[in-house]
């Protein structure tokens, strides 16, 4: 039996909090980040660890920027299991490691750190939470044209994954040439720097930038990233929008009306997670109970008109 395996014993039968939760024998995990406050993860998470029974508890951790090595490094003092890690630690925390896993090391930021008795150990777990996302689209990237639109953290992640999946050919763009050059690179021979004129010749279409988040400067209602025009969109390909607030961005919209399938990034989300809470646990969380928790909190938000409050991913380096 894993340590903190067990009852978790905080709610009473009519759901009110018994004072005898947490406990000292209580595992404590956590996200970093700065702001914090709006993270979706502690909902994922605990939803995830109550339903598997484990006396886990998952909390947020406002940490200012330029303290996230010392924060990640204090975790093997405070004996904390395991870590998520988001903007703007996620190069820091890969610094603060003792071993990252070879993902991690490629891409040089890791979302999760794991805590093995004081040992250190980064990973990166969007990668392939994005491809568990296709996975449940039924949609496989190998011998696939794809053009991933965006050169920053959560597009490098996505590049590198396309490429080790097998896809054929994985083109970037960006609005800086070498920043596209080096998330191209990450696929290898199968990378290039590409045209968004290339979307018609595209299986799947990556929207990787925050073009078509609620509030992004620049931004006007009705832009699609780089100018695409909509009729390059169509029947036999996948369009994906990392963005999942709105949950219909005006990409998704323009290419389901095309006939395009689509999807947001609420799955990328809940899938990375889910490997998290795998690698810290060794338990397979349940994903729909963690759907089901996710979209309960982002109803939530919208009643209460705070979805624009979620932070946008993103790191002054420019790393996810
Ligand atoms: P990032 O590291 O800041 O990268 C953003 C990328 O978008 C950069 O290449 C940036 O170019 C480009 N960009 C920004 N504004 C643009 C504009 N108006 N036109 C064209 N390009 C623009 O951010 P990130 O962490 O990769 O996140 C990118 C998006 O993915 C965000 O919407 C984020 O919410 C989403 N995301 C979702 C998940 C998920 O689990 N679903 C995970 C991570 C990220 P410059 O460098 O030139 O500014």
Redesign the pocket.
């Known amino acids: 039996m894993l340590s903190g395996e067990g009852t978790r014993g905080h709610l009473s039968r009519t759901g009110r909090p018994l004072r005898t939760w947490p406990t000292s024998a209580t595992a404590l995990a956590g996200v970093i980040g700065d702001p914090v406050e709006h993270s979706l993860s502690p909902a994922l998470h605990n939803a995830a660890l109550v339903d598997l029974g484990l006396d886990w508890a998952y909390v947020a951790f406002p940490v200012r920027a330029g303290r996230g090595e010392a924060a990640v490094a204090a975790m093997a003092e405070l004996g904390i299991r395991g870590l998520s890690v988001t ?1 703007p630690h996620k190069a820091a925390a890969a610094r603060a490691c003792q071993r990252l896993t070879p993902v991690a090391e490629r891409l040089g930021v890791v979302n999760t750190v794991t805590n093995l008795g004081g040992y250190l150990v980064g990973d990166s777990t ?1 990668g392939p ?2 491809l568990d ?1 296709l996975t449940d689209q039924g949609w496989g990237p190998t011998g696939k044209h794809c053009l991933v ?9 996505v590049v590198l994954v396309l490429a080790e999946a097998g896809a054929s050919r994985v083109g970037v763009v ?3 040439p070498e ?2 050059q080096e ?1 191209a690179a990450l696929a290898g021979e199968a990378g290039t720097v590409g045209s968004i004129d290339s979307a018609d010749d595209a299986d799947l279409v990556v ?7 609620a509030g ?4 006007r209602p009705g ?1 699609l ?2 100018g695409l025009e909509p009729k390059r969109l169509g029947p036999g390909q996948l369009v994906v ?4 607030a709105p949950a219909t961005t005006t990409l998704m919209a323009q290419a389901r009306a095309r006939g395009a399938e689509t999807c ?9 997670a889910a490997r998290q809470v795998q690698i810290w646990t060794g338990r397979s969380p349940s994903v729909e109970v963690m759907s089901a928790a996710a979209l309960r909190e982002l109803g939530k938000r919208a009643e209460q008109g705070t979805l624009g409050d ?6 002054p ?4």
């Not at 929008?241 to 999942?244: A, E, F, R, S, T």
């Not at 947001?264 to 990375?272: C, S």
């Open positions: 903007m969007d939470g994005f996302a639109l965006g050169a920053g953290g959560a597009a490098r992640a960006a609005r800086r920043q596209a998330a929207n990787a930038t925050p073009v078509g988040m992004v400067e620049g931004d832009d990233p780089f929008d990392l963005i999942y947001n990034g609420l799955g990328m989300l809940i899938h990375q979620l932070p946008q991913l993103r790191e380096n420019g790393s996810l």
